[in-house]
């Protein structure tokens, strides 16, 4: 079935840094949305991407749909110890006639102190 | 605050018991979605019901099954428990079982089989 690839698998950064992931997949998706889970807590939606090309910013975060539809890259600028948890990216897989949500295995984030 | 509500928030239950585990999705969702986190592991999908219907199944086992009620409500039952049962169990929901499929989540509830 269709795989969605996060990397890297976990970041350690210090406080301050810029951060960059990606999620690529085989085929082409037509959406792409990117969530942050907290620890204990439920995945909460960060960008949703709609459009190839597409760059959308949410304050210090900002994702692109990338041009090949088959890659997104979210970008945290400045990170501060609330940056914090796992950053999964998901999109509707465009194979299945229900558009199921795909879901990478997730970029799991740690701030030096 | 998502908007979905999951209860109960933490639940102990012994080897060989069965669970209930219930969602109320969004005001509006028609959707209901629930997945399996096992420690430090991704998102697993379970299974998904569109508007009281069942609309996708994942990696769920026959031990295991759900529901949709008329008002939308949500009930994933998980039955004949095992150790490897032990996880956090989220429901999301969403507007449409399509392309707008912006889910929501809810906080999750914390399964511990002993």
């Known amino acids: 079935g269709q795989q969605l690839n996060q990397s890297p698998q976990s970041m350690f950064i210090q406080e301050g840094e810029d951060v960059s992931m990606n999620c690529t997949s085989s085929s082409i998706f037509n959406t792409w949305l990117w969530y942050k889970q907290d620890p204990g807590e439920g995945p909460v939606l960060l960008i949703a991407l709609y459009k190839a090309g597409e760059l959308t910013s949410n304050g210090r975060l900002t994702a692109q749909f990338g041009i090949t539809r088959k890659d997104s890259f979210l970008n945290i600028s400045a990170s501060i110890p609330s940056d914090v948890g796992i950053y999964f990216c998901?999109?509707?897989?465009?194979?299945?006639?229900?558009?199921?949500?795909?879901w990478g295995a997730g970029t799991k984030l740690i701030i030096k102190p | 605050d998502s908007g979905v509500t999951q209860t109960p928030k933490h639940l102990i239950t012994a080897t060989g018991q069965r669970v209930t585990l219930r969602c109320s999705p969004r005001s509006g969702d028609l959707s209901v979605y629930w997945y399996q986190q096992s420690l430090d592991q991704g998102l697993q999908f379970l299974i998904q019901y569109y508007n009281g219907e069942e609309r996708a199944k994942g990696n769920i086992l026959e031990r295991f099954s759900a529901q949709q009620f008329p008002d939308l409500h949500s009930e994933l039952n998980l039955s004949s428990l095992e150790l490897g049962d032990s996880a956090l169990y989220f429901c999301?929901?969403?507007?449409?079982?399509?392309?707008?499929?912006?889910?929501?989540f809810g906080q999750g509830t914390r399964l511990t089989v002993v």
């Open positions: 999301a929901s969403s507007v449409g079982g399509g392309l707008d499929t912006e889910a929501f």
């Open positions: 998901a999109g509707p897989d465009p194979l299945d006639s229900n558009y199921q949500l795909i």
